[in-house]
Antibody, heavy 120, light 108 residues
Framework: QVQLQQSGPGLVKPSQTLSLACAIS??????????WNWIRQSPSRGLEWLGR?????????DYAVFVRGRITISPDTSKNQFSLQLNSVTPEDTAVYYC??????????WGQGTLVTVSS | EIVLTQSPGTLSLSPGERATLSCRAS???????LAWYQQKPGQAPRLLIY???SRATGIPDRFSGSGSGTDFTLTIGRLEPEDFAVYYC?????????FGQGTKLEIK
């Protein structure tokens, strides 16, 4: 059974970097069939896919256009986890952030969600 | 970027009735990469249907999906009290995923 456990701060100041981690059990971040995603949800914008990382003989990333340039999703094979970094945050980045595993783009396993508030 | 438009925004039905939810894409989507999710308050979304019509593990057979191209449908055959929730469609084309804005299924 795959489980995803999120960690990271719930409050970030404007212009700073949002950092979250997602620890994986029951699978490997280096899986050749899975991809590891970050998604966020806010009342004003609904569910927004942010991006993913995956390994297919080498590491790849896909990012949503609206966060490209501000986002980094990276694997940590030593800890079997992956992380999200979102730079230069504003209050509009306030949301519940989820990590999720996809196989063939279906998001079957999700983390518990982390409410991140951007405020001074 | 493909935009998914779900309708109706809110659907009011009674337990035992049949629910039909629509998801329309701004351009053609491969059925292989069209999924439906259910979300209840305070919970993460749960995968219901993938590849447009395949039920995920443990999903009751009253849930079914259909469609192709730009028009997809989620049908709930006979509503149970636990089915009242928000439903989202999601697609993945190229290297980008997007979600619809959701349909809220509420008890009439």
């Amino acid at each position: 059974q795959v489980q995803l456990q999120q960690s990271g701060p719930g409050l970030v100041k404007p212009s700073q970097t949002l950092s979250l981690a997602c620890a994986i059990s029951g699978d490997s971040v280096s899986s050749n069939s899975a991809a590891w995603n970050w998604i966020r949800q806010s009342p004003s914008r609904g569910l927004e896919w942010l991006g993913r990382t995956f390994y297919r003989s080498k590491w790849y990333n896909d990012y949503a256009v609206f966060v490209r340039g501000r986002i980094t999703i990276s694997p940590d094979t030593s800890k079997n986890q992956f992380s999200l970094q979102l730079n230069s945050v504003t209050p509009e980045d306030t949301a519940v952030y989820y990590c999720a595993r996809d196989i063939s783009a279906r998001l079957e396993y999700w983390g518990q969600g982390t409410l991140v508030t951007v405020s001074s | 970027e493909i935009v998914l438009t779900q309708s109706p925004g809110t659907l009011s039905l009674s337990p035992g009735e049949r629910a039909t939810l629509s998801c329309r894409a701004s351009q053609s989507v491969s059925s292989t990469y069209l999924a439906w999710y259910q979300q209840k308050p305070g919970q993460a979304p749960r995968l219901l249907i993938y590849s447009a019509s395949s039920r995920a593990t443990g999903i009751p057979d009253r849930f079914s999906g259909s469609g192709s191209g730009t028009d997809f449908t989620l049908t709930i055959g006979r509503l149970e009290p636990e089915d009242f929730a928000v439903y989202y469609c999601q697609q993945h084309v190229g290297s980008v995923s997007t979600f619809g804005q959701g349909t809220k299924l509420e008890i009439k």
